[in-house]
């Protein structure tokens, strides 16, 4: 159970002053959404007149359009939108599913509000809203056990063949949920690559309606990615059921809280030691715990935080991030901890790609879950990653073994390529992760946090 009595402006106030708060104007991806009988419209006006937003034409038109698939949602009846029957006799409303958004634009520029707006007026159930990297780990699982469940393939019969998981998978989310609301829509793995046209064919065809955000536009999906020509197929299919919107803007998270507070140290400063151990004794006050390891299971593997004291644990960067570690593991962590203090983090650069893509799953897991992070790094925010350095020669060998594991053929053009699709992938997700670290140094994150924490309990 989550702890809501200890604060960040508590624990600025008790850690020796070591700095001010921070400016306490509202971060737009922290804003209360309430749902309006206006619908999208009304929420976004009522933010407007209370001053918790400033006019943004873009942001405008971006309500306007989601406006109208709320209104196309009203009148669609599912169930005759995916059977024949339906198809052909359906007369008292809308039997075929509206077209859903694909909203894409730079980091922190509101995208992932506009469709919380949505989401939350939208009036039906069953609707979900995932990030779109937990939506493909939950994907990998079934597929998994559906492989475990399937009969044994008889290597007898020229007729036996392996039954194709993704049909019924398809229908098995369908059936469970057909408004989808993907936030972070990115695809940087080959095994996603390889089946999302299948699958989001099944998923249109019955009836669900997708609304995502997104950095790209959907031609520079997987762009230079491996075996880049069995996943373009998907574009057109993505870009005929739903319609790509942009949203250009500013970062409104870096912006609004350009001043970094202490909960950033410099690890290169003799006494972040000392400042470190102090928080955490503060920490665990409100615990009311003792230290002592605790252990995190994941899929069967057993992850030991030495130093824990009920939701806070108190690790390292080599600890989480050179690691065999992934997605599924920094989620797990999100649910077991609600504040962790993750000690030096090094200068990161595309040379480092195991490492850096961990950091950066990692810090897209934590922000989407709400943990208070507490870091201490090599060098101020803004410095802490090296964007103009290429992949080394032991990436490109991982990414070719990966290749190979996949069956997949590689070209010499396709060996440059990795590294492109690297460097552009990873400068894309590195401005993502610096907007995202800004923002979780600010007392509105933590208190969204605590209110979250509060809401769960």
């Given at each position: 159970m989550?702890?809501?009595?200890?604060?960040?402006?508590?624990?600025?106030?008790?850690?020796?002053?070591?700095?001010?708060?921070?400016?306490?104007?509202?971060?737009?991806q922290d804003i209360a959404i309430e749902k309006s009988e206006h619908g999208p419209e009304g929420t976004y006006k009522s933010l407007l007149e209370n001053?918790?937003?400033?006019?943004?034409?873009?942001?405008?038109?971006?309500?306007?359009?989601?406006?109208?698939?709320?209104?196309?949602?009203?009148?669609?009846?599912?169930?005759?939108?995916?059977?024949?029957?339906g198809k052909l006799f359906s007369f008292s409303s809308q039997s075929s599913a509206p077209r859903g958004v694909y909203l894409y634009?730079?980091?922190?520029?509101?995208?992932?509000?506009?469709?919380?707006?949505?989401?939350?007026?939208?009036?039906?159930?069953?609707?979900?809203?995932?990030?779109?990297?937990q939506f493909m780990i939950d994907v990998h699982k079934r597929i998994h056990q559906f492989k475990l469940d399937a009969p044994p393939v008889d290597h007898r019969s020229k007729t036996s063949k392996p039954l194709d998981p993704i049909p019924p998978i398809a229908k098995d989310i369908s059936d469970e949920t057909w408004f989808l609301c993907f936030d972070e829509f990115q695809?940087?793995?080959?095994?996603?690559?390889?089946?999302?046209?299948?699958?989001?064919?099944?998923?249109?065809?019955?009836?669900?309606?997708?609304?995502?955000?997104?950095?790209?536009?959907?031609?520079?999906?997987?762009?230079?990615?491996?075996?880049?020509?069995?996943?373009?197929?998907?574009?057109p299919i993505l870009e005929k059921y739903c319609e790509v919107v942009p949203l250009s803007g500013v970062d409104y998270r870096r912006l609004e809280f350009?001043?970094?507070?202490k909960t950033y140290f410099n690890s290169q400063d003799a006494s972040t030691k000392d400042k470190l151990e102090e928080v955490f004794k503060l920490l665990c006050e409100n615990e009311k715990q003792d230290v002592k390891p605790k252990t995190v299971e994941v899929y069967?593997?057993?992850?030991?935080?030495?130093r824990a004291c009920g939701k806070v644990a108190f690790t390292s960067f080599d600890e989480l991030c050179r690691k065999a570690l992934g997605a599924a593991d920094y989620i797990a962590f999100a649910k077991?901890?609600?504040?962790?203090?993750?000690?030096?983090?090094?200068?990161?650069?595309?040379?480092?790609?195991?490492?850096?893509?961990?950091?950066?799953t990692l810090i897209d897991n934590f922000y989407d879950n709400k943990v208070r992070l507490i870091l201490s790094a090599a060098q101020p925010l803004d410095n802490l990653f090296i964007t103009n350095e290429t992949m080394n020669d032991y990436d490109a060998e991982a990414k070719r073994m990966l290749m190979d594991d996949l069956g997949l053929i590689g070209t010499q053009d396709e060996d440059h390529n990795i590294s492109l699709f690297t460097a552009e992938e990873e400068i894309?997700?590195?401005?993502?992760?610096?907007?995202?670290?800004?923002?979780?140094?600010?007392?509105?994150?933590?208190?969204?946090?605590?209110?979250?924490?509060?809401?769960?309990?």
């Open positions: 989550r702890k809501a009595a200890w604060s960040f402006v508590s624990y600025h106030q008790r850690s020796f002053q070591i700095c001010s708060s921070l400016q306490s104007q509202a971060v737009q001053g918790l937003l400033k006019v943004d034409e873009e942001q405008q038109r971006v309500v306007y359009r989601l406006q109208k698939l709320y209104q196309d949602v009203r009148t669609y009846n599912k169930t005759s939108a995916s059977n024949l029957f634009g730079s980091v922190g520029c509101g995208k992932t509000m506009l469709m919380d707006m949505l989401y939350k007026n939208v009036d039906i159930r069953p609707k979900k809203r995932v990030h779109f990297n695809v940087t793995d080959v095994a996603d690559a390889m089946i999302l046209r299948r699958l989001f064919t099944c998923l249109f065809e019955n009836g669900v309606i997708v609304i995502a955000t997104s950095n790209r536009h959907p031609q520079d999906l997987y762009k230079n990615g491996l075996q880049r020509g069995n996943f373009l197929p998907f574009i350009s001043d970094i507070s069967g593997r057993n992850n030991v935080f030495q077991a901890f609600d504040t962790i203090i993750l000690t030096d983090v090094p200068v990161m650069s595309p040379r480092r790609k195991v490492e850096l893509r961990r950091f950066i894309f997700a590195i401005e993502r992760t610096v907007s995202r670290l800004t923002e979780m140094q600010s007392e509105q994150y933590w208190q969204a946090s605590e209110d979250e924490s509060n809401n769960q309990n």
